[in-house]
């Protein structure tokens, strides 16, 4: 009898465990088939699938539903539930959904518009490494908005972020240099990031790169480079470019120009 009731025990023990193993591998998987639904662009499916674990505090589950609502992918966009969400993550240490709650309190998404609170939220997910929160913060500092104005400590944001090769802050860095607010004025060094933020396709650094070549700050005045630049800036969307080349081509010879048009085209069949 004590026998059987050992044994009787001891198989309730080990079916307690291969249940308990069998609950935890089926909620991971399921978790993680939610997101990978998510990621294939299958957003209703991964709506149905991670809520309910959102629900029950999987941090992965509540940023993505966040994600979901603040963007309108697979759900109606609702930024009040987006906050939510975002919360819910970044209280459990998610740093993205931290950043993100910067925006909303920056733009007023979901929240009053708050731009302190945007501050926090920016500067919690710069600590943990994100570079849109970096930057962020660095041009809170940089306008004074939400934080006194400290071009050294915008500068010192906008470095962490271009370490990682955020295009805004290699862009926002050649402007500190340029105008010479944070750091002493440089052209050549705001070439220098301009070009950085440029071969990343960042409009306004393009723009701004043209224009050194044009005039050659802190660069050999160089009107094909100018042209190139500042054609590449127009095609990505850089409204005052065209205009620049415009006045730029006046003073070109058809030599220069085809030169500056072959450049392009041999860009642009590379990138096929």
């Known amino acids: 009898m004590r026998a059987f009731l050992r044994d009787l ?4 023990v080990l079916g307690a465990l291969m249940l308990f193993i069998i609950w935890y591998f089926f909620f991971r998987v399921t978790v993680e088939s939610g997101l990978d639904a998510y990621d294939r662009g299958e957003y209703q499916t991964a709506f149905n699938i991670l809520e309910p674990f959102a629900e029950k505090g999987d941090a992965s589950a509540e940023y993505v539903l966040a994600l979901m ?4 992918k697979g759900v109606p966009r ?9 919360f819910a993550a970044a209280n459990k240490g998610v740093p993205y959904a931290a950043f993100h709650l910067g925006v909303m309190f920056d733009k007023g998404q979901g929240v009053k518009r ?3 609170r945007a501050v926090d939220w920016y500067l919690k997910a710069a600590k943990q490494g994100v570079p849109e929160a970096q930057n962020r913060l660095g041009y809170m500092y940089d306008k004074g908005q939400g934080v006194k ?14 370490q990682q090769g955020n295009a805004t802050a290699l862009y926002n860095l050649g402007v500190s240099y340029a105008i010479g607010e944070g750091v002493k004025k440089d052209n050549a ?9 440029a071969q990343k396709n960042h409009a306004n650094a393009e723009f701004y790169l043209g224009l050194m070549y044009a005039k050659g700050r802190g660069v050999e005045k160089n009107p094909v480079q100018a042209y190139v630049w500042l054609t590449r800036a127009m095609l990505n969307g850089d409204e005052t470019a065209e205009n620049e080349r415009r006045i730029l081509s006046k003073n070109m010879t058809k030599l220069e120009i ?3 048009e072959k450049i392009l085209r041999l860009k642009f069949e590379d990138q096929k």
């Open 9 to 12: 025990k001891e198989g309730f």
């Open 69 to 72: 609502y603040d963007m309108g």
């Open 78 to 86: 609702n930024y009040e539930k987006a906050v939510t969400w975002y």
């Open 114 to 116: 708050d731009k302190t």
């Open 149 to 162: 104005k400290d071009n050294a400590e915008a500068v010192k944001w906008y470095m962490k972020a271009a």
């Open 189 to 197: 060094e705001a070439v220098k990031w301009y070009l950085k933020a």
């Open 258 to 260: 085809g030169k500056a």
